[in-house]
């Protein structure tokens, strides 16, 4: 990866990214925390110093009890320009607006950007459908609750019990 300073442009190459299918479509993921270091490397560099952050970044908060995903925002009208080619690549690990600060060419870009992100220790990696499941076991008597006082507070009148639903 680099930085045309002058024309404020982020090249970043395939070599950077991490291949996840080759057949039938190339898709390669961009871990958009390496992303936010790489420029803060660059940024650091005995070059770069002299020109405007090309990014805001926002790490992982947790408030009750839910990890908010990290942000990684792109500034002072700098652009992306992926390595020209017939791929995808999908951005994992923060919310972003990269899609919209890229160079359009043949690359697809896969943006996932949502509220809340499930950090799954060690992994780095989304949870298993067997994960969710047992979080939903483990807390299905919490969400029981939950659903019957909003039934109750919506209908003003009996609790129902979540299971008869």
């Known amino acids: 990866m680099n930085i045309n300073w002058g024309q404020k442009i982020i090249n970043v190459y395939k070599a950077d990214l991490v291949l996840v299918q080759s057949n039938p479509t190339v898709i390669y993921d961009m871990d958009l925390n390496w992303f936010h270091l790489a420029l803060k490397d660059l940024e650091d560099s005995e070059e770069g110093m002299s020109f405007l952050d090309t990014h805001r970044h926002n790490t992982e908060v947790t408030l009750g009890g839910l990890t908010f995903a990290r942000v990684v925002e792109i500034i002072n009208d700098y652009t992306i320009t992926f390595e020209d080619d017939q791929y995808a690549v999908n951005l994992v690990g923060a919310n972003s607006n990269v899609a919209e600060k890229t160079?359009?060419?043949?690359?697809s870009l896969r943006s996932n950007n949502s509220a809340g992100l499930i950090v799954v220790?060690?992994?780095?990696?989304a949870?298993?459908?067997q994960q969710i499941r047992i979080e939903m076991d483990t807390n299905s008597?919490?969400?029981?609750?939950?659903?019957?006082d909003l039934i109750s507070k919506a209908t003003k009148k009996d609790v129902i019990n979540a299971s008869q639903l």
């Open 103 to 107: 160079n359009v060419n043949q690359v």
């Open 121 to 125: 220790s060690g992994s780095g990696s």
């Open 127 to 129: 949870p298993t459908v």
């Open 141 to 148: 008597t919490q969400l029981q609750q939950i659903l019957n």
